[in-house]
């Protein structure tokens, strides 16, 4: 009766063996569990915006509680049409070249799933946000990582090096990941960065996948570049964003790609048997959310600058040395002044000892060597938060 006999992995993928649960999630748990100030997972403990909460309750009391369009409410895809002209010029077709997703993360799942075929490989900068490499497995794709290089004064910015970039594009390219502004780094790309990627996308026929989720929180002057709207690229890239950062509704579940009808089609095809639908009423808030002033996104940033200039002294304070983000709501940190072996048994003597949660930096590289020395920080919470959590991190020894 071999045969009949379940062996425990008998009924499961081989996918699933080659990554690990959601590092970032698992830390949001663990300060739960452990009554923790969470500056893991990145989601605002503050409100959001009261006119786009008021549009989505009056959505769903005007009953529209049934499924939207599969690829999304038509007047969201407009919105989302208009904002992309108005922000980096691109003319977008809400009817051909917009797909609604379940966030972002849905996003670019579908979008790995509509265009990888086994073999295919997926460029992607390394530290990169966690999902991206499961996203390319499930794909059946091979994720191929490229270091950004950190800078040496922790003021600099984080850099790739065009060598090794060329290096990992090859006749089985299939797409590259750029995800500007960039967590955990807090990198945005320049355009002569971007003009580079654009020029290996080219001479390799591949696509540029690009998550922009960030595109609103940027310091220091650094300007937001869609590389869609570099020349050449408009026909090769999917453009990536959604609501939950820009407007504080992480948990609802509205996101969107930006591509080419042939590319849209697939994408829209593998979107609608996977989720129907992103959630109907809140994409009725969403073209009201896309609509708000432009008021609302220099306070989005100016708040956002504000909240990184209060967590990084705190943390400088307290030890860490400071990778200075451009963008993104993030700060990688150093945590060799304090003598733990790794960042895994840095960030659990942290979230249960100190009372403060941060996520490992090895869950953003393949080997975790390489992100032994490194923590990321979030800063997308409330002044009382970021206090509490400067209170709680000045019991931390460092031998300075
Ligand atoms: N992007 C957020 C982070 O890096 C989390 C997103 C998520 O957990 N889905 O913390």
């Not at 003319?91 to 265009?115: D, F, K, M, W, Y």
């Not at 990582?145 to 600099?156: E, T, W």
């Not at 996104?297 to 705190?314: E, F, W």
Request: glycine share 6%; net charge neutral.
């Amino acid at each position: 009766m071999a045969d009949g006999v379940t062996r425990p992995k008998h009924f499961l993928s081989d996918k699933v063996e080659h990554f690990t649960e959601s590092v970032i999630r698992e830390m949001t748990r663990q300060a739960m569990l452990h009554s923790a100030i969470n500056l893991a997972q990145g989601f605002p403990d503050f409100p959001a915006p009261a006119e786009i909460k008021h549009a989505a309750q009056q959505a769903v009391a005007a009953d529209i509680n049934q499924y939207a369009i599969t690829w999304g409410a038509k007047n969201l895809r407009q919105a989302i049409a208009r904002q992309m002209q108005a922000w980096q010029g691109i003319v977008v077709n809400p009817e051909t070249e917009v797909t609604v997703c379940c966030g972002s993360t849905e996003s670019i799942v579908s979008t790995l799933l509509a265009v990888c075929n086994p073999g295919d490989e997926i460029v992607i900068f390394e530290p990169f946000y966690e999902n991206y490499g499961p996203d390319s497995v499930i794909s059946g794709a091979r994720p191929r990582f490229v270091k950004l290089h950190p800078p040496n004064d922790y003021v600099g910015e984080w850099t790739f090096d065009e060598r090794e970039l060329r290096a990992a594009f090859s006749h089985q390219t299939k797409a590259i990941i750029v995800n500007t502004p960039n967590n955990p780094t807090g990198k945005v790309f320049t355009r002569q960065e971007l003009e580079f990627i654009r020029d290996l996308c080219v001479e390799f026929n591949v696509l540029a996948i690009t998550d922009e989720i960030y595109g609103h929180i940027l310091y220091d002057g650094a300007e937001h570049i869609s590389i869609a709207s570099l020349e050449g690229m408009r026909e090769r890239t999917v453009t990536i964003n959604g609501m939950s950062k820009t407007y504080a509704v992480t948990g609802w579940r509205v996101g969107w790609t930006i591509a080419p009808p042939t590319i849209t089609n697939a994408i829209r095809k593998v979107h609608d048997f996977l989720t129907v639908g992103a959630p109907a009423p809140l994409q009725e808030a969403g073209a009201a959310a896309l609509g708000l002033p432009e008021s609302y996104y220099h306070k989005l940033a100016d708040g956002y600058l504000a909240r990184r200039d209060r967590l990084i002294p705190a943390l400088v304070e307290a030890g860490f040395k400071c990778f200075r983000p451009r963008g993104a709501y993030y700060v990688m940190t150093d945590i060799s002044a304090f003598g733990f072996a790794d960042d895994v048994s840095f960030t659990q003597n942290l979230v249960k000892e100190i009372g403060v949660a941060a996520v490992p930096g090895s869950s953003f590289y393949k080997h975790p060597r390489d992100g032994a020395r490194q923590v990321r920080f979030a800063f997308c919470k409330r002044d009382e938060t970021l206090d509490e959590a400067a209170r709680r991190l000045r019991r931390l020894h460092a031998h300075k």
